[in-house]
């Protein structure tokens, strides 16, 4: 009878290990499903026990597997060290709070801030409330943060599930210490205890390494310039979204609309700066809703310079909608060195400074701010008409820019620009809000938290959600091979063909899954998350389909408008640079 010869397993050093303080072996070949002789095991006590005194089953023999054996394929949950009781049952030593991740997200994660960032700043964490001390429980502070990121991406989910799907199989190992589930009572006591702190810590990272990521690969679906003078273009616009109409949420937030804060629901106002060709954030910024939208942007703007100056960089220039011109604000902007691209009301002055360039554009000026230190901030006028198929007018556009060099930045290709605002900062935040769409007591995009340091919390981990998901969706892109056929035949892939919803499909997918969701060693775990990569990565969506509707929606509406439709048309639009006629 001919037996596998026995050959030593790599392990991880001591210290080194993927479950707290225990070392984890690595396996063969990163091998993730495991084929075993079915007559090989046997029950390690030798006869049945309860459910208290769980066992694993152990393997007898290890003669070669024939054609025609009975097999049993094992996915390999965690890897964790082995506690043999005197009656001879195999338990696993450690604590299952440890071996639970984000799947492919979590790989996302480790990709951008290297791995064991969320148990770092678990361990740094103060805990207050009802939970106080590090005695091992049933939850911990690193499993309540990811439980945080899960529940901003499960919106029809309770607590239940969301536990449910983090600790996937890993309940069903017999572990040395009986473990269930934790109830969604204890996940509330626990978010309480970490408060946002470490969420808004996480959030400041990640947005940091999206930036970086963004500087060291070419995502560039547009950029603004002839070439030597290209510029990345970005878009900045801001949100409100609901929250519980608590009495605390209500006097921390306010509402807009109404003058006397009666609308059923306070809300959050975000303020989000995007790459325009992949939508991932750079920059967010959020406070209260309560005052007109104009000056809450405005102020949010102020403090997003502030709070991140390196995202303001030379090689960038920003698109944004008509609330935030006024010359200080925008000479503010610009003593970063960034450039600009703000669509101008029609209520604002911008008188001809000399005649109209080749281009058609022209020079103007704005000012503003105090009479004793009034700006007046030199800008190039960009005016023009956008026609689209089925429409009985057109729409007139005036735009300002610092960008005074007509030849490097021609007047029809800024005009071109700004209308990647829709796909960097409208379809962003509509794609975004569709993760917490349904989360709190409405139907549409809310949050679920009932206090406004947890709404800040839950923020916080939808922001580092929504923003891993984009980051798994680029992966993708990454990785994905060129379309063989059709009009993108031969082009590399780009995220915005990695749809959204798929992506964020495929990571609870992945975290489902319960084989990806626990602590692998890292071969495993990468031949994973390429399997999730592949799969993404052949699901595109079609862009660039010129698509015009009557009216902009943010949000899906509940009912539709009595007596009229919202009709959509497919047709390339026509910009047209308004220029004087030729003497």
Known sequence: MKFYRAAPVNTIPSGQGTSGDCPAAGLPGAAPVIALRLADLVLAAGRPVAEAGRTALVVAGTRKIRTGDQLVFVKVVAVAPAVVRRDGRVQAGGHPADHARLGALGQQLDELLGSGVIDEIAARATLAGKVKGKARRAMTCALTIRASILMALMPDAGYGEVMAALLGDLVLVPWQRPYQVPTAKVLSTWRAAVGPAPLAGLQARLLAAVGAEHRDHDYRAVCVGEPGHELRLGSIDGSVT?????????????????????????????????????????????????????????????????????????????????????????????????????????????????????????????????????????????????????????????????????????????????????????????????????????????????????????????????????????????????????????????????????????ALASIRSGAATASLPAPMAGAFHRHTLRALGKHRIVIDRHRHRDRKTKARQAFPAAGRGITTRTAIAQVSVCRPAPA
């Open 242 to 506: 609901r929250v519980p109409g608590t009495p605390a949420n209500r006097e921390a937030f306010g509402s807009t609309g109404t003058a006397d804060d009666s609308s059923p629901y306070p809300q959050v106002r975000d303020l989000l700066a995007a790459d325009a060709s992949t939508r991932g954030d750079l920059a967010v910024v959020s406070g209260p809703s309560g005052g007109p939208k104009a000056e809450g942007e405005q102020a949010l703007l102020d403090t997003m310079l502030a709070r991140y100056p390196g995202v303001f960089a030379p090689d960038r220039m920003w698109v944004m909608d008509r609330n935030f011109p006024g010359a200080d604000r925008v000479a503010r902007m610009l003593a970063t060195g960034t450039h600009v691209l703000i669509r101008v009301k029609s209520d604002i002055a911008l008188p001809r400074t000399g005649g109209f360039l080749p281009d058609g554009s022209y020079y103007s000026y704005l000012t503003g701010g105090p009479a004793a230190s009034r700006w007046w901030l030199k800008v190039r006028v960009v005016e023009y008409q956008v026609d689209a198929g089925g429409q009985d007018t057109g729409e007139m556009f005036c735009l300002i820019t610092d960008l005074h060099d007509h030849v490097a930045y021609p007047a029809a290709q800024l005009a071109a620009a700004y209308a990647w605002r829709w796909t960097g900062s409208e379809t962003a935040l509509k794609e975004a809000k569709s993760a917490i769409t349904g989360a709190g007591p409405s139907a549409g995009p809310i949050f679920r938290s009932a206090a406004p340091e947890l709404i800040e919390q839950e923020h916080a981990a939808w922001i580092c959600g929504t923003g891993l998901v984009r980051a798994l969706a680029r992966a993708a892109a990454r990785n994905a091979a060129p379309a063989g056929k059709g009009r993108r035949a031969g082009q590399k892939v780009q995220p915005r063909e990695i749809s959204f919803t798929a992506a964020r499909r495929a």
